[in-house]
Protein backbone atom coordinates (compact mmCIF):
# COMPACT_ATOMS: atom_id res chain seq x y z
CA UNK A 1 0.00 0.00 0.00
CA UNK A 2 1.29 3.34 -1.25
CA UNK A 3 0.29 6.80 -0.21
CA UNK A 4 -2.78 5.44 1.91
CA UNK A 5 -3.96 3.69 -1.57
CA UNK A 6 -4.70 0.23 -1.93
CA UNK A 7 -4.00 -1.47 -5.38
CA UNK A 8 -6.91 -0.96 -7.90
CA UNK A 9 -8.61 1.36 -5.64
CA UNK A 10 -10.11 4.34 -6.77
CA UNK A 11 -7.90 8.09 -6.46
CA UNK A 12 -9.10 10.60 -4.40
CA UNK A 13 -10.31 12.93 -6.86
CA UNK A 14 -11.96 9.65 -8.51
CA UNK A 15 -13.79 8.98 -4.94
CA UNK A 16 -14.62 12.75 -4.67
CA UNK A 17 -15.67 12.21 -8.44
CA UNK A 18 -18.17 9.57 -7.56
CA UNK A 19 -19.42 11.47 -4.73
CA UNK A 20 -20.17 14.51 -6.77
CA UNK A 21 -22.56 12.18 -9.24
CA UNK A 22 -24.30 11.03 -6.26
CA UNK A 23 -25.37 14.22 -5.31
CA UNK A 24 -25.89 15.62 -8.79
CA UNK A 25 -28.15 12.59 -9.47
CA UNK A 26 -30.04 13.11 -6.26
CA UNK A 27 -30.64 16.80 -7.32
CA UNK A 28 -32.15 15.35 -10.65
CA UNK A 29 -34.33 12.98 -8.97
CA UNK A 30 -35.80 15.28 -6.29
CA UNK A 31 -36.65 17.49 -8.98
CA UNK A 32 -38.04 15.03 -11.80
CA UNK A 33 -38.78 12.25 -10.42
CA UNK A 34 -42.33 12.21 -8.83
CA UNK A 35 -41.52 9.46 -6.03
CA UNK A 36 -38.30 11.04 -5.15
CA UNK A 37 -39.93 14.78 -5.02
CA UNK A 38 -42.80 13.21 -2.69
CA UNK A 39 -40.24 11.99 0.45
CA UNK A 40 -40.32 13.68 3.23
CA UNK A 41 -38.18 12.79 6.69
CA UNK A 42 -41.17 11.16 7.79
CA UNK A 43 -41.67 8.52 5.11
CA UNK A 44 -37.76 7.90 4.54
CA UNK A 45 -37.13 6.97 7.96
CA UNK A 46 -38.62 3.66 8.04
CA UNK A 47 -36.86 2.50 4.65
CA UNK A 48 -33.54 3.98 6.53
CA UNK A 49 -33.80 1.70 9.17
CA UNK A 50 -34.43 -1.51 6.97
CA UNK A 51 -31.48 -0.45 5.02
CA UNK A 52 -29.41 -0.22 8.00
CA UNK A 53 -30.15 -3.90 8.75
CA UNK A 54 -29.64 -4.85 5.38
CA UNK A 55 -25.94 -3.71 5.42
CA UNK A 56 -25.82 -5.68 9.11
CA UNK A 57 -26.88 -8.93 7.65
CA UNK A 58 -24.49 -8.12 5.03
CA UNK A 59 -21.41 -7.64 7.22
CA UNK A 60 -22.55 -11.05 9.33
CA UNK A 61 -22.68 -12.70 6.03
CA UNK A 62 -19.00 -11.13 5.36
CA UNK A 63 -20.03 -10.98 1.39
CA UNK A 64 -17.96 -7.90 0.46
CA UNK A 65 -20.00 -7.00 -2.68
CA UNK A 66 -23.24 -7.06 -0.90
CA UNK A 67 -21.49 -4.51 1.50
CA UNK A 68 -20.30 -2.25 -1.20
CA UNK A 69 -24.57 -2.47 -2.30
CA UNK A 70 -25.95 -1.63 1.01
CA UNK A 71 -22.84 0.86 1.93
CA UNK A 72 -24.66 2.75 -1.17
CA UNK A 73 -27.98 2.65 -0.33
CA UNK A 74 -27.54 3.83 3.44
CA UNK A 75 -25.23 6.69 1.65
CA UNK A 76 -28.33 7.21 -0.58
CA UNK A 77 -30.52 8.16 2.38
CA UNK A 78 -27.91 10.06 3.71
CA UNK A 79 -27.99 12.30 0.81
CA UNK A 80 -31.48 12.33 0.62
CA UNK A 81 -31.77 13.73 4.02
CA UNK A 82 -29.29 16.28 3.20
CA UNK A 83 -30.71 17.47 0.20
CA UNK A 84 -34.48 18.09 1.83
CA UNK A 85 -32.50 19.65 4.93
CA UNK A 86 -31.10 22.28 1.79
CA UNK A 87 -34.74 22.56 0.66
CA UNK A 88 -35.50 23.86 4.01
CA UNK A 89 -32.62 25.95 4.46
CA UNK A 90 -32.06 24.13 7.62
CA UNK A 91 -28.20 22.32 6.58
CA UNK A 92 -26.78 20.67 3.54
CA UNK A 93 -24.51 17.93 3.06
CA UNK A 94 -21.67 20.60 3.54
CA UNK A 95 -23.11 20.72 6.93
CA UNK A 96 -23.32 17.54 7.38
CA UNK A 97 -19.55 16.33 6.54
CA UNK A 98 -18.01 19.32 8.74
CA UNK A 99 -20.27 18.48 11.48
CA UNK A 100 -18.93 14.59 12.14
CA UNK A 101 -15.30 16.19 11.02
CA UNK A 102 -15.37 18.52 13.86
CA UNK A 103 -16.83 16.30 15.75
CA UNK A 104 -14.30 13.24 15.24
CA UNK A 105 -11.02 16.16 15.51
CA UNK A 106 -12.62 17.35 19.41
CA UNK A 107 -12.92 13.47 20.09
CA UNK A 108 -9.65 12.62 19.55
CA UNK A 109 -7.33 14.93 21.16
CA UNK A 110 -4.56 11.92 21.08
CA UNK A 111 -4.30 12.61 17.27
CA UNK A 112 -5.42 16.31 17.20
CA UNK A 113 -4.21 17.89 20.70
CA UNK A 114 -1.74 16.89 22.96
CA UNK A 115 -3.44 13.96 25.00
CA UNK A 116 -2.15 10.74 24.81
CA UNK A 117 -3.38 7.30 24.32
CA UNK A 118 -1.21 4.20 24.15
CA UNK A 119 -3.99 1.74 22.99
CA UNK A 120 -7.16 1.43 22.35
CA UNK A 121 -8.57 1.35 25.98
CA UNK A 122 -7.39 4.15 26.59
CA UNK A 123 -9.09 5.83 23.36
CA UNK A 124 -12.70 4.50 24.85
CA UNK A 125 -12.42 5.77 28.41
CA UNK A 126 -10.90 9.40 26.56
CA UNK A 127 -13.80 9.12 24.47
CA UNK A 128 -16.36 9.16 27.29
CA UNK A 129 -14.58 11.64 29.01
CA UNK A 130 -14.25 13.72 26.35
CA UNK A 131 -17.94 13.38 25.43
CA UNK A 132 -18.76 14.66 28.82
CA UNK A 133 -17.02 18.01 28.04
CA UNK A 134 -18.43 17.98 24.76
CA UNK A 135 -20.45 21.37 23.84
CA UNK A 136 -24.15 20.24 23.78
CA UNK A 137 -22.98 16.64 24.28
CA UNK A 138 -24.46 14.03 27.01
CA UNK A 139 -24.88 15.92 30.45
CA UNK A 140 -24.59 12.49 32.38
CA UNK A 141 -22.95 9.12 31.73
CA UNK A 142 -25.51 7.02 29.89
CA UNK A 143 -27.42 10.04 28.37
CA UNK A 144 -26.35 9.64 25.21
CA UNK A 145 -27.50 5.56 24.15
CA UNK A 146 -30.64 5.75 22.12
CA UNK A 147 -33.75 4.37 23.75
CA UNK A 148 -34.54 2.70 20.33
CA UNK A 149 -31.43 0.64 20.53
CA UNK A 150 -32.30 -3.14 20.25
CA UNK A 151 -31.94 -4.15 24.09
CA UNK A 152 -28.84 -6.64 23.51
CA UNK A 153 -26.96 -3.57 21.50
CA UNK A 154 -28.40 -1.43 24.45
CA UNK A 155 -26.99 -3.58 27.11
CA UNK A 156 -23.53 -3.83 25.85
CA UNK A 157 -23.63 0.10 25.63
CA UNK A 158 -24.89 0.86 29.10
CA UNK A 159 -21.91 -1.26 30.45
CA UNK A 160 -19.33 -0.05 27.81
CA UNK A 161 -20.19 3.54 28.93
CA UNK A 162 -19.74 2.56 32.62
CA UNK A 163 -16.90 1.17 32.19
CA UNK A 164 -15.21 4.29 30.67
CA UNK A 165 -15.66 5.67 33.78
CA UNK A 166 -14.03 3.65 36.06
CA UNK A 167 -17.38 1.25 36.80
CA UNK A 168 -16.44 -2.32 35.97
CA UNK A 169 -14.68 -5.37 37.02
CA UNK A 170 -11.01 -5.34 38.25
CA UNK A 171 -10.65 -8.05 36.79
CA UNK A 172 -12.41 -9.50 33.68
CA UNK A 173 -12.36 -13.27 34.95
CA UNK A 174 -14.21 -12.19 38.30
CA UNK A 175 -17.28 -11.61 36.08
CA UNK A 176 -18.10 -15.18 35.79
CA UNK A 177 -19.13 -15.46 39.40
CA UNK A 178 -21.91 -12.82 38.86
CA UNK A 179 -22.91 -14.68 35.48
CA UNK A 180 -22.98 -18.24 37.55
CA UNK A 181 -25.24 -16.08 40.57
CA UNK A 182 -27.56 -15.00 37.86
CA UNK A 183 -28.37 -18.04 36.55
CA UNK A 184 -29.08 -19.84 39.75
CA UNK A 185 -31.37 -17.48 40.35
CA UNK A 186 -32.74 -18.12 37.13
CA UNK A 187 -32.97 -21.42 37.74
CA UNK A 188 -34.75 -21.15 41.16
CA UNK A 189 -37.59 -17.76 39.58
CA UNK A 190 -37.10 -18.66 35.62
CA UNK A 191 -39.26 -15.45 34.89
CA UNK A 192 -38.51 -12.67 32.94
CA UNK A 193 -36.66 -10.65 35.33
CA UNK A 194 -34.63 -13.12 35.96
CA UNK A 195 -33.77 -14.05 33.01
CA UNK A 196 -33.20 -10.35 31.86
CA UNK A 197 -30.23 -10.62 34.55
CA UNK A 198 -29.09 -13.59 33.21
CA UNK A 199 -28.28 -12.44 29.73
CA UNK A 200 -27.18 -8.68 31.04
CA UNK A 201 -24.66 -10.69 32.73
CA UNK A 202 -23.40 -12.28 29.75
CA UNK A 203 -23.28 -9.67 27.31
CA UNK A 204 -20.82 -8.45 30.06
CA UNK A 205 -19.03 -11.14 30.03
CA UNK A 206 -18.68 -10.78 26.25
CA UNK A 207 -17.47 -7.28 26.15
CA UNK A 208 -14.93 -7.81 28.89
CA UNK A 209 -13.54 -10.81 26.68
CA UNK A 210 -13.72 -8.38 23.71
CA UNK A 211 -16.68 -10.21 22.27
CA UNK A 212 -19.75 -8.65 20.19
CA UNK A 213 -22.60 -10.29 21.42
CA UNK A 214 -25.15 -8.64 18.93
CA UNK A 215 -22.36 -10.27 16.30
CA UNK A 216 -21.87 -13.73 18.05
CA UNK A 217 -25.81 -14.28 18.55
CA UNK A 218 -26.32 -13.49 14.44
CA UNK A 219 -23.72 -15.77 13.83
CA UNK A 220 -25.28 -18.63 15.76
CA UNK A 221 -28.81 -17.66 14.12
CA UNK A 222 -26.90 -18.19 10.57
CA UNK A 223 -25.11 -21.73 11.77
CA UNK A 224 -28.81 -22.87 12.97
CA UNK A 225 -30.81 -21.59 9.86
CA UNK A 226 -28.13 -23.44 7.84
CA UNK A 227 -28.42 -26.74 9.82
CA UNK A 228 -32.12 -26.63 9.99
CA UNK A 229 -32.34 -25.82 6.05
CA UNK A 230 -29.97 -29.15 5.66
CA UNK A 231 -32.68 -30.93 7.95
CA UNK A 232 -35.61 -29.67 5.50
CA UNK A 233 -33.80 -30.38 2.25
CA UNK A 234 -32.72 -33.73 3.50
CA UNK A 235 -36.71 -34.69 4.34
CA UNK A 236 -37.97 -33.72 0.65
CA UNK A 237 -35.63 -36.07 -1.00
CA UNK A 238 -36.94 -38.75 1.31
CA UNK A 239 -40.44 -37.59 0.20
CA UNK A 240 -41.42 -36.94 4.51
CA UNK A 241 -42.49 -33.81 6.23
CA UNK A 242 -41.07 -32.72 9.12
CA UNK A 243 -43.56 -33.23 11.59
CA UNK A 244 -43.44 -36.88 10.42
CA UNK A 245 -40.06 -37.36 11.59
CA UNK A 246 -39.02 -38.76 14.75
CA UNK A 247 -36.75 -36.37 16.66
CA UNK A 248 -34.42 -39.24 16.73
CA UNK A 249 -34.28 -38.82 12.75
CA UNK A 250 -33.88 -35.11 12.94
CA UNK A 251 -30.64 -35.29 15.15
CA UNK A 252 -28.87 -38.04 13.35
CA UNK A 253 -29.80 -35.40 10.18
CA UNK A 254 -28.58 -32.48 12.56
CA UNK A 255 -25.30 -34.37 12.95
CA UNK A 256 -24.90 -34.52 9.17
CA UNK A 257 -25.33 -30.59 9.01
CA UNK A 258 -22.84 -30.22 11.47
CA UNK A 259 -20.25 -32.30 9.88
CA UNK A 260 -20.98 -30.30 6.42
CA UNK A 261 -20.94 -26.99 7.84
CA UNK A 262 -18.48 -27.24 10.80
CA UNK A 263 -19.10 -25.84 14.20
Known amino acids: MANG????????????????????????LRE?????????????????I??????ANAISRKDMTEISKELGDVLLHVIFYAKMGSETGD?????VCNRISDKLIFRHPHVYGETAAANAEEVSKLWEQVK?????GNKTVLG??????????KAYRIQDKVAGVGFDWEKREDVWEKVKEEIAEFEEDPSEAELGDVLFALINAARLYKLKPDNALEQTNLKFIRRFNYIEAKAKEQGRELKDMTLAEMDALWNEAKQKFGH
Open 5 to 28: QWPNMHTRAEQLAAFDRLLTIMDE
Open 32 to 48: KCPWDRKQTFESLRQNT
Open 50 to 55: EETFEL
Open 91 to 95: FDIAD
Open 132 to 136: LKEKG
Open 144 to 153: GIPDALPSLV
